[in-house]
């Protein structure tokens, strides 16, 4: 069957800049799969989103315009009711017939088909295609269903009584089929060939396009518009990287950025400009902030990395003389960057510590208090673990930097700008004379603040960055706000991440119910869902980093205390699967693990030699007291690998136990003391990961 290239626009008012790049490419996917599972398209058709500022559209190739006729099986009736004793139709029978438009003549076409318990008619018929025009109209339908709209729009159609709901009002709908218009019908438009360009530069106002496959070029000769938004971004960064060329700086690496840029102009053109140096008083972060966040502006950096005066526009018009643009946005940057300034002198008037009373007055939650009460708490965690890890000196530093680190809350700047939190603590502590440790613990204590974010960079930042977490964790996890779901509205999730890391890759000698203690974590119950939702964390962490499932859940199994062990333990996990005696092993250490759960009463890791009757028990006995002499002094040092290698030479004793010793014997007293042997074995085999779970 013949096929042509089909195009679709949806020109609407300006959409969303922040979902824009999410809205087109749901819109192409989720049209062109309903197309597909009607039989319009298949999997070799290439799929072309647009999207700009005013249009949300698609490109498909390969699309028939009419599906294929389908042969289908449609039931009737059971056949206890369609026919009678003698196998002749009934009334009922040609009355559904009937109403399908058949009549006696297909009775003998009719099947019979299990139905359940019963056996049913069914009659084969011929369903013919679907028009492109229905198809498109279904699958437009169902591709907007599922857009990812953040905030829905009402607005009446030009009837003046119809209501429509979607993202922003539309005023167009293309849809072409190579060069005819396909007839569909929706949001009170018929479907043309007819778009509109650029507001201000297009050449022609309104572009009438071609054919589907003329599409994107028509709207960049004759409407200024680069409708692709992949093409339109890469166009923008081209051109940033080309100005700042110039200056010899760098723009600012920022995608979302760049995201929303692209989302916001329909023909880039990149402009250089500047402000005053005066401003550069002002800490860099606070400026970046203001230009990105209030004027989406590019600031530009030098090679070490320093804001400069100059900064990068990206204007959606092309003069011939660009003064006046340029002109504009520096007059429109000067009053941002004058309140950064104005907030920043402001708040060194008051030192942080002259701040930490207000503190008593901000309302933390209204389960666990104040601002002020939670201060009190992490600073207590912070010194006790700073007790811990370096003695009286860094037990003062952390308590110190606890104490300042919220203080910065109650600033103007951080009022003004949530992000700044902690980055402005630190420049106010250092003009008010603390130290640099303490400064830096102050803005560190919020990291790490996302995947892949580095950790604090001195000793009393982890103590307050691991306690501020801690204690976040303990305090809701203690009122039973857990996360729920994709649900975590006070990022728990991204709280246990933060502690695991720091717990890992700085190898601190913390075990997890000191740190429960610390954080006076009293309820039992409370103390049991942290914990198991932080060896989730860290299972889910260890996976995604490349450890296998067998390997994560023989180490995480045992729930290690120190988590600083846990890159150690799994390597020697790692090492120990690959010994040739690793499966079986395994096997025998989950027998084992099954036969003292069975066992009646407890059973005591201890052995009698006197009741050691068989030559298999002394071979084992003896094996494992020469195997414990090599692997506890390595255990005792942290070399797991050594120690759960030297395990490898209990393979031929454990297989001849299990040979030829019978465990559960009818002497109890041989019973107790071949159990007692295992449980021995099985202390020894599992001090470093639990090995039952390697075996498959």
């Not at 076409?109 to 069914?122: S, Y």
């Not at 829905?152 to 159609?157: A, D, F, K, R």
């Not at 890391?501 to 997890?512: A, G, N, T, V, Y």
Request: proline share 5%.
């Amino acid at each position: 069957m013949t096929t042509k290239n089909l195009l679709v626009e949806l020109f609407v008012e300006e959409l969303p800049p922040k979902a824009l790049k999410k809205l087109g490419e749901s819109f192409a996917a989720a049209l062109a799969t309903s197309l597909r599972s009607q039989g319009f398209a298949d999997d070799k058709s290439v799929v072309t989103p647009f999207a700009s500022p005013r249009r949300l559209a698609v490109h498909v190739t390969d699309v028939i315009a009419k599906a294929a006729d389908k042969q289908v099986q449609q039931k009737l009736m059971p056949v206890a009711v369609a026919l009678d004793a003698a196998g002749n139709a009934t009334p009922a029978l040609l009355k559904k017939l009937a109403a399908l438009g058949a009549d006696a003549s297909v009775v003998p076409t009719l099947t019979r088909q299990p139905d359940g318990k019963a056996e049913a008619l069914f009659l084969s018929k011929v369903e013919r295609g679907m028009s492109l025009a229905l198809g498109l109209a279904k699958a437009l339908w169902e591709a907007l269903d599922r857009l990812p709209i953040p905030k829905v729009m009402s607005y009446q159609l030009p009837d003046g009584w119809t209501t429509v709901n979607f993202v922003r009002p539309v005023h167009r709908l293309v849809a072409l089929h190579g060069a005819e218009v396909v007839d569909v019908h929706m949001f009170g438009l018929a479907a043309g060939r007819e778009t509109q360009g650029h507001r201000f530069e297009a050449v022609n106002p309104i572009v009438a396009i071609k054919d589907a496959d003329s599409y994107a070029e028509q709207l960049k000769t004759e409407g200024a518009v680069i409708a692709s938004f992949a093409e339109r971004r890469a166009e923008i960064e081209k051109q940033l990287q080309a100005a700042a060329a110039k200056e010899n700086l760098k723009p600012i690496d920022d995608d979302a950025l760049l995201d929303e840029v692209a989302a916001l102009v329909e023909r880039p053109n990149v402009l250089s400009c500047q402000f005053e140096k005066e401003f550069l008083d002002v800490p860099q972060e606070c400026l970046i902030l203001t230009m990105k966040a209030n004027q989406k502006y590019f600031p530009l950096l030098d090679a070490t990395g320093k804001l400069t005066n100059k900064f990068l526009v990206v204007s959606n018009i092309r003069p011939d003389d660009g003064s006046a643009v340029i002109g504009g946005n520096e007059r429109v940057v000067r009053p941002r960057l004058a309140d950064a300034k104005f907030f920043f002198d402001q708040d060194r008037r008051k030192s942080l510590m002259d701040r930490i009373p207000g503190l008593a007055k901000v309302v933390y939650h209204n389960k666990l208090g104040t601002q002020g009460e939670r201060v009190e708490r992490v600073a207590a965690l912070a010194r006790a673990i700073g007790d811990k890890l370096g003695g009286e000196a860094l037990a003062n530093a952390a308590d110190r930097a606890a104490v300042l680190a919220k203080a910065d809350l109650l600033t103007d700047m951080v009022g003004e700008f949530p992000e700044l939190q902690g980055i402005m603590g630190r420049y106010y502590a250092l003009h008010d004379g603390e130290p640099a440790e303490i400064a830096d613990a102050i803005e560190d204590h919020y990291k790490p603040r996302f995947a892949g974010d580095e950790l604090p960079r001195g000793e009393a930042g982890l103590c307050v960055a691991l306690a501020d977490k801690l204690q976040t964790l303990a305090d809701m996890f203690g009122i039973g706000q857990l996360p729920t779901g994709d649900k975590d509205p006070f990022a728990l999730r991204r709280h246990a991440l933060g502690m695991i890391r720091m717990l890992i890759e700085r190898d601190l000698p913390l075990d997890l119910m000191w740190l429960f203690n610390a954080a006076r974590l009293a309820d039992a119950k409370v103390a049991e869902q942290l914990s198991d939702f932080i060896y989730e964390r860290l299972a889910g962490s260890l996976r995604e980093q490349g450890y296998s499932a067998l390997e994560v859940d023989a180490v995480v199994g045992l729930r290690p205390q120190r988590l600083g062990d846990i890159p150690k333990r799994l390597a020697a996990v790692r090492a120990f699967a690959a010994l040739p005696e690793a499966a079986s092993l395994a096997a025998a250490n989950k027998r084992v693990g099954n036969i003292l759960k069975k066992a009646e009463g407890s059973v005591e890791a201890q052995v009698d030699v006197a009741l050691l009757k068989e030559e298999a028990e002394h071979a084992l006995f003896f094996a494992l007291k020469l195997v414990e002499s090599d692997s506890d002094p390595t255990f005792t040092a942290g070399n797991y690998t050594a120690s759960l290698l030297a395990l490898a030479r209990l393979k031929e004793p454990v297989d001849a136990f299990f040979d030829h010793v019978m465990v559960n014997a009818d002497d109890p007293a041989l019973r107790a003391n071949r159990l007692g042997l295992l449980a021995i074995l099985h202390q020894a085999m599992n001090r470093v990961a639990d090995l039952s779970r390697l075996s498959a």
